[in-house]
C-alpha cells in the first residue's frame, strides 16, 4: 500500500498533475507601450454637451501612437520571453489563431513554457488612435493577398499547401486583415518600447516586421535573439551592401546601416526562416517574386552578418524537408513542426 | 507513513496540484463571427502589381463587418460560458486589462472556471474591416470621458473612487479608446453570431452593448442570462413605455419592442449594476446626469420585467455598500468584488 501511494505521488507530481494538455497560465493580461500625447491649449470646458463623437477640444487630451500587447505568462517559465511582431495588413492575430481553430502559435510557445507577448503595433487592431488622418474605405484585395502570400494563384491553392481549404477557414483568414491608421513610422519605437519595459527577450517578427527588428535589435540590448519569418526587408554594412534586385513586386534595396551597428547584430543569434513556393528564376507570379527576391536577400544578409562573425542561421523549409509553407508559417497546417524548429533553435542558442 | 503519504496526495489533489494562483487553461484561442463579404464582378486580374495599398479590385472580394472573438476556456469549465460585449468609445480590451496591472475582469472569471468569449465589435479593435466609409482623425477627448464615466471632474477625482491615481495608469486606461470603423448597426448580429456558435451562454454586457444585448436575448435562445453593467438603454413593452426623461446629455427614451417580444426577458435570469456617483436629482455634472436618467430607467425596466413575473434584479453598489465604482466597474480597484457578485448571482440563479 506505501508503496503504491508513493508510486501515485511521483506519477502526480512529475506528469505536472496529470493533464499534459493544459496550459499552466501565472499571469496574464494586456497593457499599452509607447505612444505620444496631443493636448489642447486651453481651458477645458465640461459644462456643455455636443455630441457623444463631437467634442470642444479645447484643454483637452489625446493619446496616440501606441501599441498594445497580450502576454501571457506560463508557471515555470523559461529563461527568456518571446515578442510577437506583425507584419502588414493584419494584427497581432496572426500569433493568436489559425483558420480552422488549432491552436494559434503564440499558444503552441506557451505551451512549452515561453512567456509570449503579442503586438498590435500603432494604428492596428486594438491601437487604433493614432496622429494620422485616414481615409478608410473598403477596397476589395483578398485574391491578390491569396497569391501573394503564396497560398495559391487563385482559385487554385498550390500544391501540397499548408493551408486548410475549407471556404469557412479561408474566410476566417481573410479576415486577419485589418486597416493600418497609423503614419507607418511607430514600429521601431513599439518594439523598443515593448522591449525596454519587459526586458530581455526574443523578437519573433513577421514579414514587413523583419526590417523594424533588425533596426530595433541595433540599439537594443534587451533584444537577445531574433527569430524573422520570411522577414520583408534587411540592413547592410553601408559599404556592404548588395545589389539592388527587380521582381514584378518591385525594387528590394537593403538598407545601408554604418558598420558599427551593423555589428550589433553580430553579437546575437539570429534565425531566418522561408516557405515553400518560391523559385530561383523570375516568373509572372507576383507571390513567387515577391519572396525570390527576399528569400535572395536573406542568404546575402546571413552571409553578411557571418562573415563579421556573428551567429546567423537562414532555414529554407524545403530544403529540410518541410514542404508546403505559405507566407504565413505560423498559422499553417504544420504550424507544430514550425513551433518545434524554433524551440529546438532556442535551446541550441541557450536561449531557452 | 502510509497515513502520511495518504494525506499528501489528498492535500495536492484538492489542492488543484498545489497552486491556487494558476489559471488551468485547457483550450484558447482567437475566431471571427458574423459579417458579410463583398464580391467584386468580373475576372480576377493577377498578371500585375499596382501597389501595396492599392489594387485592381475587379474580381475580388472584400470581408467585412465581422466580429473578433478571444476565447479561452479553463480545464473543468462551468456549465455556460460568458460571452463580454464592450460599449461605446473602445474594444474588448476593458474585459481583459486594467490601467494598473491587476487580473482583467474576464481572467477574473476565468480563475473561478468560467470559459470566456471577449467579442471586438464589428469595425472596433481587430475588426477593423468594413464595409462603412471613414474618416479617422485625432479628436482630444480624454477629459469629456474622464468626466462622463465619472472618475471625476477632470482634473479631480472622485473622493474614493475605485480608480488608481497614477498618470501612468490613467495614460493606459485612455489608451484604450480605439476608433469606430463600423456603420452602426451590427452590434447584435454580432452578439447572436457568437452565440448561434458556442451555444449557451450568459451575455456580459457593458454600457452601449446593453441596448443589443436585450434585442439579442429577445430572439437568441442561446442567451441564458444577462449581466448588464450600467447599460446605456432598455426595451420596454409597445403599451407599457416609460416617460422619456431629460437630461443634459439628451433625451433618454425606452425603445418599444412587442409583448411577446419583451416577454423573452422575463424567461431568463438578468442582473443589473450601477456604480457609484450617480445622484437622484439634476446636476449641471455631465457624467452625474447621464447615467442619473440611465439608473432610474433601468429601475422601471427591472420594474417592468417583474411585473410580468420576470426574474430581474438591480443591484444599486453603494446600496449594498460597495462605493466608489465608475463607469468601468469591471476595471476598477475593487475588481474582485465585483466578479465575486457575479460569480455569487450566476450561483444562485442556476447558471453556474
Not at 523578437?203 to 541595433?218: D, E, F, N, Q
Amino acid at each position: 500500500m506505501k508503496k503504491f501511494l508513493l508510486i501515485a505521488l511521483v506519477a502526480i507530481l512529475t506528469n505536472g498533475c496529470g493533464v499534459s494538455e493544459r496550459i499552466n497560465i501565472g499571469k496574464q493580461g494586456v497593457f499599452t507601450v509607447g505612444g505620444t500625447v496631443i493636448h489642447k491649449e486651453g481651458i477645458y470646458d465640461n459644462s456643455k454637451f455636443i455630441a457623444w463623437d463631437k467634442q470642444n477640444e479645447t484643454g483637452q487630451s489625446y493619446h496616440a501612437d501606441h501599441a498594445f500587447v497580450n502576454y501571457q505568462i506560463p508557471v515555470n517559465a523559461n529563461k527568456f520571453p518571446l515578442y510577437f511582431i506583425h507584419g502588414y495588413g493584419g494584427s497581432g492575430v496572426c500569433w493568436e489563431m489559425t483558420p480552422d481553430g488549432r491552436d494559434g502559435f503564440s499558444t503552441l510557445m506557451l505551451r512549452k513554457r515561453y512567456a509570449t507577448y503579442v503586438m498590435d503595433l500603432p494604428g492596428r487592431g486594438r491601437a487604433g488612435r493614432t496622429t494620422a488622418e485616414n481615409i478608410v474605405k473598403p477596397m476589395a484585395d483578398e485574391m491578390f493577398w491569396f497569391d501573394i502570400w503564396r497560398i495559391g494563384l487563385w482559385p487554385d491553392f498550390n500544391e501540397g499547401v499548408q493551408f486548410p481549404r475549407n471556404p469557412e477557414y479561408i474566410t476566417q483568414f481573410f479576415r486577419e486583415l485589418t486597416p493600418d491608421l497609423s503614419n507607418h513610422n511607430l514600429d521601431i519605437p513599439a518594439i523598443n518600447a515593448l522591449a525596454d519595459k519587459i526586458g530581455g527577450g526574443i523578437l519573433v517578427t513577421h514579414s514587413a516586421a523583419g526590417y523594424p527588428g533588425w533596426k530595433a535589435a541595433i540599439h537594443n540590448n534587451n533584444i537577445k535573439g531574433i527569430a524573422a519569418y520570411e522577414p520583408g526587408g534587411y540592413v547592410f554594412p553601408e559599404n556592404e551592401m548588395p545589389d539592388p534586385m527587380e521582381s514584378l513586386t518591385g525594387t528590394l534595396s537593403g538598407i545601408p546601416v554604418k558598420m558599427e551597428d551593423f555589428k550589433k547584430l553580430t553579437q546575437i543569434p539570429i534565425v531566418i526562416y522561408f516557405g515553400d513556393y518560391i523559385p530561383e528564376e523570375p516568373s509572372r507570379n507576383l507571390g513567387s517574386e515577391n519572396w525570390r527576391v527576399r528569400l535572395q536577400m536573406a542568404r546575402k544578409f546571413v552571409e553578411t552578418i557571418n562573415k563579421h562573425n556573428g551567429k546567423a542561421t537562414i532555414i529554407e523549409l524545403p530544403k529540410i524537408g518541410v514542404y508546403g509553407n505559405t507566407h504565413f508559417l505560423m498559422q499553417d497546417l504544420n504550424s507544430d513542426v514550425i513551433a518545434d524548429l524554433l524551440d529546438k533553435w532556442l535551446k541550441e542558442n541557450n536561449l531557452k
